[in-house]
């Protein structure tokens, strides 16, 4: 029966480096079932980034990037011999585990992660992350319009008025209410980056009678990201 397992082969190139990226099934329906705040709810947000932190311990990627409902993890060690149905399956699972796990509320009904793999050159790291960059600061824009725009008219009449604006008009709606989205906190802007990163550690070398530093790593998490650059990336690996 085995051979009938037609996709159980299907494998990511050999020494590729992959992008897995989760997205949360039906987040709009929870979000309104589970009350979150808009635009912006704190603690859904603590709840991904505590899910990025796990994925981070589990999988041991390169770099973590997360905004609203999903997460793109860059791998260098491909786990599971490259196998996409174990790697998708494993991690969306996972994934959604420690989302449950982590928000520490009953739901009325599962959630889930849908899950993707991308094969990734090098060269296209920087392009692929700037992408999703770009599409945290539109859902940004966009989040803090329609919240002023229904708190004005009724929910269609601010889902019309949002549709016929693009981002500099809706920027400039927001500013001429007093809303200045140059204030509001970066990670709501650029999203949250989670990575390795070196802490000092002063010792004292008892041998060689003197005062020592070493360096440990630690997972960090990066609310204040840059906007992404070459840079910014050949700094983390
Ligand atoms: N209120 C609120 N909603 C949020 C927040 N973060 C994410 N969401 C919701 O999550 C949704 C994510 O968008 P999508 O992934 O495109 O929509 P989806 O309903 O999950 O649909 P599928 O991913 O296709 O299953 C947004 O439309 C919001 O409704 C938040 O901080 N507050
Ligand atoms: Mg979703």
Not at 81 to 93: D, L, M, P, T, W
Not at 143 to 166: D, M, P, R, V
Not at 201 to 221: A, C, D, P, T
Request: with cysteine; charged share 30%.
């Amino acid at each position: 029966m085995k051979e009938y397992e037609i996709y159980s082969d299907l494998r990511v190139p050999v020494n590729s480096k992959i992008i897995v990226r989760l997205d949360g099934r039906s987040f709009h329906s929870f979000a309104r079932k589970m009350e979150l705040v808009k635009p912006y709810d704190d603690n859904f947000y603590k709840v991904m980034v505590n899910v990025s932190k796990d994925l981070f311990e589990e999988f041991s990627p390169l770099f973590i990037y997360t905004f609203s409902d999903e997460i793109s993890i860059l791998l260098d060690n491909v786990p599971f011999n490259g196998r996409i149905e174990k790697i998708n399956s494993v991690i969306a699972s996972f994934t959604s585990s420690s989302f449950s796990i982590n928000y520490n509320k009953e739901f009325s009904k599962p959630v889930a992660f849908d899950s993707r793999v991308i094969p990734i050159n090098d060269d296209e790291i920087l392009s692929y992350f700037k992408w999703r960059q770009d599409e945290a600061w539109k859902n940004c824009v966009n989040g803090y319009g329609i919240h002023f725009l229904k708190s004005k008219y009724s929910s269609e009449e601010a889902n019309n008025k949002i549709n016929g604006l693009n981002l500099s008009d809706i920027h400039e709606l927001l500013f001429e209410n007093g809303i200045n989205l140059n204030d509001v906190e970066t990670w709501k802007k650029r999203g949250i980056g989670v990575y390795r990163k070196n802490k000092e550690i002063k010792g004292f070398n008892k041998k060689e009678g003197r005062e020592q530093i070493s360096y440990r790593s630690f997972i960090n998490v990066d609310c204040n990201l840059p906007i992404f650059s070459k840079e910014f990336f050949s700094s983390l690996f």
